[in-house]
């Protein structure tokens, strides 16, 4: 993941947690807009460009961004991450949820992390949600595959994903309370995403 896909995880990660939080719709989507020309601009963004100014960076973002490049972190995304699981965040960001369907998911299929979110689609369960159909279940589910990606770094079977992620959280690997949600500071990275790995970047870019 480069630097500039880092940062623009870690405001998406900022707009599903607004969402939960009930924030009025134009917050996370002005957040969102932000974070896909970040990912796809050639500009590195670090505060010195931010402050600068780039064009469809509106404030909001920009206020975030600088704090999270001076701090490693924010005290809007650090409060909020208090109140949800990082799970239910996850599945939140998947382009095609969104709040009410992590509702539905989550008390119909009991899907409340990315790994279960795919076995769901996978299998066509995912269906049985009012409002999805199947070819709605394509698309979420290749965008569930592309935060797994950028998440963990790795795309395969979801069953054995989800076993394992249960495992990484018992083991302390993971942080079931949603402190570890979203990405380190972002720094440098000598490499872009291999080809998979891009296309999946693409089909997901709300993660």
Known sequence: MTHNQATAQYLTT????????????????????????????EVTVDAAALQRGLDGIGQEP?????????????????????KFSSG??????????????ARALREQLGVDSLEKLIVVAEDGSITAVKGIGPRSAE???????????????????STAQGAQGQERVAGGELDPT????????????PSALHSEGAALFEASMRC
């Not at 698309?139 to 079977?157: F, P, T």
């Open 88 to 101: 239910l965040v996850d599945v939140v960001s998947v382009d095609g949820i969104g709040v009410a369907r």
């Open 139 to 157: 698309k979420i589910l290749a965008s569930a595959r592309g935060c797994l990606l950028r998440r963990d770094g790795s795309v395969g079977n």
């Open 14 to 41: 900022l707009a599903a947690l607004l969402e939960l939080d009930g924030a009025s719709r134009s917050r996370p989507r002005i957040i969102r807009q932000a974070a896909s020309i970040i990912a796809t601009t």
């Open 62 to 82: 920009t206020a975030v961004l600088v704090e999270y490049f001076e701090r490693g972190a924010t005290d809007v995304v650090n409060d909020l991450r208090a």
């Open 178 to 189: 949603g402190q570890g949600v979203g990405p380190e500071p972002p720094q440098e990275q």
